[in-house]
T-cell receptor
């Protein structure tokens, strides 16, 4: 079956612009996660959803970042007034549930470059 | 709070030699531990995970890791490196509730012919 997909694969924008990053999880997976991976670092947690609701958004760096999952499937990460420091690879993952050992399946990421 | 430390951001091994990647964690509760591999321009792929069953965990591609509670370690090994093992490897920890992963900084493996 299809894995996690993310669009676009690359996004170049100018400082101050608004961007949306999309994630299509594996069908039937109730949990969806967003991570951010800066160059040369490990991924850092941003937010996760259980169904439609954000269960934990403690990793969002500030109020310019927002994510939604209105129907419990596709999720969109929204970044307002982008800054050069937002440049990173944004990773999405999904898992069948929220148990500690449930494997998270990762998408290929969206590489965001803010000029 | 949880944290993960991977010793060595880069490791170079000869083809056929032992691969050893070190991971130490801190966690206030019994952890779940994972090793992921990331090939260039690809997503993270799970190699193996520890979920409080056997302390020696076998994964894909000949990798294995041993959970040592006394040393708070979860080192990854492979007896004989292949050229295809060249990639970046990430150790990660989570706890029972919520399942959000905390990653180490990663170790990039270079395999020399």
């Amino acid at each position: 079956g299809a894995g996690v997909s993310q669009t676009p694969s690359n996004k170049v924008t100018e400082k101050g612009k608004y961007v949306e990053l999309r994630c299509d999880p594996i069908s039937g997976h109730t949990a969806l996660y967003w991570y951010r991976q800066s160059l040369g670092q490990g991924p850092e947690f941003l937010i996760y959803f259980q169904g439609t609701g954000a269960a934990d958004d403690s990793g969002l760096p500030n109020d310019r970042f927002f994510a939604v999952r209105p129907e419990g499937s596709v999720s969109t990460l929204k970044i307002q007034r982008t800054e050069r420091g937002d440049s990173a690879v944004y990773l999405c993952a999904s898992s069948i549930g929220l148990a500690g050992g449930d494997e998270q399946f990762f998408g290929p990421g969206t590489r965001l470059t803010v000029l | 709070a949880q944290s993960v430390t991977q010793l060595g951001s880069h490791v170079s091994v000869s083809e056929g030699a032992l691969v050893l990647l070190r991971c130490n964690y801190s966690s206030s509760v019994p952890p779940y531990l994972f090793w992921y591999v990331q090939y260039p321009n690809q997503g993270l792929q799970l190699l193996l995970k520890y979920t409080s069953a056997a302390t020696l965990v076998k994964g894909i591609n000949g990798f294995e890791a041993e959970f040592k509670k006394s040393e708070t370690s979860f080192h990854l090994t492979k007896p004989s490196a292949h050229m295809s093992d060249a990639a970046e490897y990430f150790c990660a920890v989570t706890k029972a509730a919520g399942n959000k992963l905390t990653f180490g900084g990663g170790t990039r493996v270079l395999v020399k012919p």
